[in-house]
């Protein structure tokens, strides 16, 4: 089997919410907790979890005890999501096969869904030697998170400012959109009303 490191975007600055989203109480724990932990019970080699904003306060508050987690922190991060897209991959691929992306305000992704995109991820490593990208899509349209295959850092080196990498997924031969059962691909918590409609979902 070979290795596969998520990689947890969580460095903005949460203009729209007014606060550190990062740490907004959901269920009795930060909201970035949440997606931690989903990452971390898949058999990952690696979680890391890219933070810039509030970046002390979110590792002191967040203390997670699994020795396959780390922190790593964006010093651009007030120049858009691109720079910790593109220093997530750097730092995972310099040890690791593939990456899959989680976006840091995205608690309510199943746990199934995680490990369904993982294994077929897993099971393509094994037969593919070109680039590929597994998205799940929930009626029919594409979410988080995204499983990078056989890829390399080079690829997303062009990204700038808030620039997502829906062009680069675009452009790549072998794109896998894999059915699920889950709205929460979709559901990001990025204002006050989100957070208020998470609070009143499990």
């Known amino acids: 089997m070979r290795q596969i490191c998520a990689v947890i975007l969580a460095a903005g600055m949460s203009s729209r919410m007014g606060s550190a989203k990062q740490l907004l109480d959901l269920h009795g724990r930060p909201l970035l907790e949440h997606v931690i932990g989903l990452a971390l019970k898949e058999e990952f080699a690696q979680v890391a979890a890219v933070i810039g904003h ?19 922190f964006n010093p651009l991060y007030r120049t858009g999501q691109s720079t910790s897209f593109k220093l997530g991959i750097r730092k995972a691929l310099e040890t690791h096969a593939s990456v899959m992306v989680f976006l840091g305000d995205q608690p309510y992704v199943c746990s199934q869904t995680v490990h369904e995109v993982w294994s077929r991820g897993n099971q393509m490593l094994q037969q593919e030697q070109e680039a590929f990208v597994i998205q799940p899509a929930y009626q029919e349209r594409a979410g988080h998170p995204v499983f990078f295959g056989n890829v390399s850092s080079h690829l997303f080196e062009e990204l700038e400012g808030d620039q997502g990498a829906k062009a680069i997924i675009a452009s790549m031969k072998r794109r896998i959109l894999l059915p699920v059962n889950d709205p929460g ?9 989100d957070f208020e409609a998470a609070k009143q979902m499990r």
């Open 54 to 72: 509030e970046a002390d306060k979110i590792s002191r508050s967040i203390p997670i005890d699994d020795p396959r987690f780390q922190w790593v």
């Open 185 to 193: 691909i979709h559901f990001d918590i990025d204002t006050l009303a």
